[in-house]
T-cell receptor
């Protein structure tokens, strides 16, 4: 079983819509959760981190964490074509500071 | 502030040659990570260091790969001899250990092509 699972997509949404990206993880001891955005040919860029249950909002981005169900999600409101990228979910496991990455979900925002 | 610095940005070499990739972490960060990314395998952790000490090298593909971190501001990943299947983008990332937040910041990557 992989540590982190993501739907590979592709996920297509029209401009202005809400994009919803989901991620599940296997280690109940995980404490830190991250979303990275990666444009084609570029390196992963940290866009959100979340450490406690509930929602965390930053501009058009909202990260949601539910430790009981072992999932973390990212909502992108008012999606823009510039949001088109691959989104990687990453988590730590108990007792270590390295990240386990999902395979990523490719998002396309259609103008 | 300068981010993670990697060099070279592109490397083209012939099979059998030695390749050395370099990384300078963000100043003040004391954890450093080497990743490899391919279309087929995604983003793979090769090795990481805490306070210049290798913690987990289980992702290193084989003995042809080696990594060092002689001081807090420099690390190398060496492939000797290189093979065509080593062609990939190699990323270096760094983070802080203190606070338990572990946010990693990636460098621009080195695109390696082995012919």
């Amino acid at each position: 079983q992989k540590e982190v699972e993501q739907n590979s997509g592709p996920l297509s949404v029209p401009e202005g819509a809400i994009a919803s990206l989901n991620c599940t993880y296997s280690d109940r001891g995980s404490q830190s959760f991250f979303w990275y955005r990666q444009y084609s040919g570029k390196s992963p860029e940290l866009i959100m981190s979340i450490y406690s249950n509930g929602d965390k909002e930053d501009g058009r981005f909202t990260a949601q964490l539910n430790k009981a169900s072992q999932y973390v999600s990212l909502l992108i409101r008012d999606s823009q074509p510039s949001d088109s990228a691959t989104y990687l979910c990453a988590v730590t496991v108990a007792g270590a500071n390295n990240l386990f990455f999902g395979t990523g979900t490719r998002l396309t925002v259609i103008p | 502030d300068a981010g993670v610095i990697q060099s070279p940005r592109h490397e083209v070499t012939e099979m059998g040659q030695e390749v050395t990739l370099r990384c300078k972490p963000i100043s003040g960060h004391n954890s450093l990570f080497w990743y490899r990314q391919t279309m087929m395998r995604g983003l793979e952790l090769l090795i990481y260091f805490n306070n210049n000490v290798p913690i987990d090298d289980s992702g290193m593909p084989e003995d042809r790969f080696s990594a060092k971190m002689p001081n807090a501001s420099f690390s190398t990943l060496k492939i000797q001899p290189s093979e065509p299947r080593d062609s990939a983008v190699y990323f270096c990332a760094s983070s802080q250990l203190a606070g338990g937040f572990y946010e990693q910041y990636f460098g621009p990557g080195t695109r390696l092509t082995v012919t």
